[in-house]
């Protein structure tokens, strides 16, 4: 189909744009030019296990602390067009044992993939484009695979020039076996490998029934002290042909991450989290909404650690909380937080507050 042509089934042009003129969903993943970054707010992370990094990109490793990231590691030019990129940068020469796993990557939705039609006859090609720079240079590699990690497709790409950003494209033709989950749970992940062992890695350009995370053979970042990987522009959409990147506005880009991430911060020292009730006089309990409706009931809650961050504010007299906030329960639109106090009057209203900047409430969703 020429560039621009009308496809029937969508009612858009191939390069997704509807014939009222919006653009559709037609890029798959979610914060794939790196603006969004709720959990660390710019700063480097050394994961010493799997970890997310920008919102949605997850770290995979079976070794500690053998990479940093950082949304703008190095602080070079992106591409023209883009204001960020994720930053990869390797702390030692580690050699690679045939087991080991060093990935960045994305799990998609199954309700955001389910019109490809993987696992039966009829399954759609995809085309994965992306801007990248390394400080090495060689085959790269990386990977595709289901749900449940027994159906994989390892991919290659190759850099030319060090430190110079380059743009891939890769086309892969749909699996019409195996099971690709369209519901809520993980339909389809996507690996950029960083250096993975011969026993995780596989022939690039076909369909396993293996778990394979990378191609064989594929240039080892992590191999590498002082190495650098970045990415940005990363797109997955239907068809043969990789089109113009879907810029999302930021509000949108947003709330796409808060299905998976919810990080209400405190902007000052009177933020207020939500309206509570006092059930005790040293406990209150209150309900906190989410952003957006999450994609599953969050499990946990995540805060600073620290209590003297958090308080309670009865009457017009706030009080300072005894212990850091508890997780008291959650549906997808709203969550139960409990704050430790003393001195409060049961059956009072009160509202939930952060007393500093530092304080934050999290939930997460995540795939």
């Known amino acids: 189909m ?38 660390n707010a710019g700063a480097s992370v050394t994961p010493t296990g799997d970890a997310y990094t920008v919102d949605r990109w997850r770290f995979q490793t079976s070794q500690s602390s053998k990479l940093s990231f950082q949304q703008n590691a190095g602080s070079v030019t992106p591409p023209a067009g883009y204001t960020n990129y ?25 309700f955001n993939v389910a019109d490809l039609g993987w696992g039966a006859a009829g399954a759609q090609t995809i085309t994965i484009s992306f801007w990248v720079r390394s400080s090495l240079t060689g085959t790269f590699g990386g990977s595709i695979f289901n749900g449940a990690s027994n159906r994989s497709y390892p991919f290659t790409y190759t850099i030319s020039s060090a430190n110079t950003w380059e743009q891939k494209s890769i086309t892969v033709a749909g699996d019409t076996s195996g099971t690709w989950l369209t519901t809520n749970g993980k339909g389809m992940q996507i690996n950029w490998g960083l250096g993975n062992g011969s026993t995780v890695s596989g022939t690039a350009g076909s369909w396993s029934g293996n778990t394979y995370w990378s191609a064989t053979g594929a240039t080892s970042v992590v191999g590498t002290n002082g190495a650098t990987w ?27 991450c808060q299905r998976y991430y919810y990080k209400y911060k405190a902007s000052n020292s009177g933020t207020m989290f939500g309206s509570a009730y006092n059930y005790s006089t040293t406990q209150t309990l209150g309900v906190v909404k989410f952003a957006v409706t999450m994609r599953t009931n969050p499990t946990a809650l995540e805060q600073t650690g620290t209590a003297s961050d958090y308080g309670v504010l009865v009457a017009g007299s706030g009080t300072t909380c005894t212990g850091v906030p508890t997780f008291d329960g959650s549906g997808v ?17 009160s509202f939930l507050r952060g007393l500093n900047a530092n304080a934050y409430l999290a939930w997460s969703a995540e795939l």
């Open 2 to 39: 020429p560039y621009g042509s009308v496809n029937a089934d969508l009612m858009t042009t191939s390069d997704g744009v509807s014939s009222s003129g919006l653009y559709g969903f037609k890029n798959r993943l979610i914060n794939s030019a790196m603006v969004i970054d709720q959990r």
């Open 86 to 110: 994720l930053g990869c940068t390797s702390l030692s020469a580690y050699s690679i044992t045939s087991s080991d796993i060093f990935v960045i990557g994305q799990s998609i939705e199954g």
């Open 230 to 256: 970045y990415v940005t522009g990363v797109q997955l959409e239907k068809g043969s042909t990789a089109t113009s990147f879907d810029y999302r506005p930021y509000g949108t880009e947003l709330a796409l």
């Open 333 to 349: 639109e709203s969550a139960d937080v409990q704050f430790n106090v003393s001195g409060v009057t049961a059956g009072q209203g």
